[in-house]
């Protein structure tokens, strides 16, 4: 009989194994938008909109659409989007490497 942690472990690991990659970002981000539909204005929408499709097109790194929906849910903050750590990854310190 395996323990909890056990697994816990081996279940960490497997979703360690599944790689990141453009098209999942590009589905997380769509689905991060939807939390803002509500929220800002159609100029805003359409300039999320096309940086994601930048993004998804090779035209802008990731960190571009993560600063722009930062500053959306600055702005209108929701408690599910506030709990994951997906749109600050990293602690501001190492955001530093981002200049070499």
């Known amino acids: 009989v395996e323990s909890l942690s056990e697994c816990y472990f081996v279940e960490m690991m497997r979703i360690l194994k599944i790689r990141a990659t453009r098209k999942n970002h590009v589905n997380v981000l769509q689905h991060l938008q939807g939390f803002l539909k509500n929220d800002i204005d159609k100029e805003d929408k359409a300039e999320l909109v096309e940086t994601i499709l930048q993004y998804r097109e090779g ?14 849910f600055r ?13 600050a990854p990293h602690p501001s310190e190492l955001t530093l490497l981002n200049t070499l």
Not at 75 to 87: A, G, I, S
């Open 59 to 72: 035209l802008v790194p990731l960190i571009v659409p993560i600063v722009l929906m930062r500053h959306h």
């Open 75 to 87: 702005r209108h903050p929701k408690p599910f989007v506030n709990n994951c750590k997906y749109l």
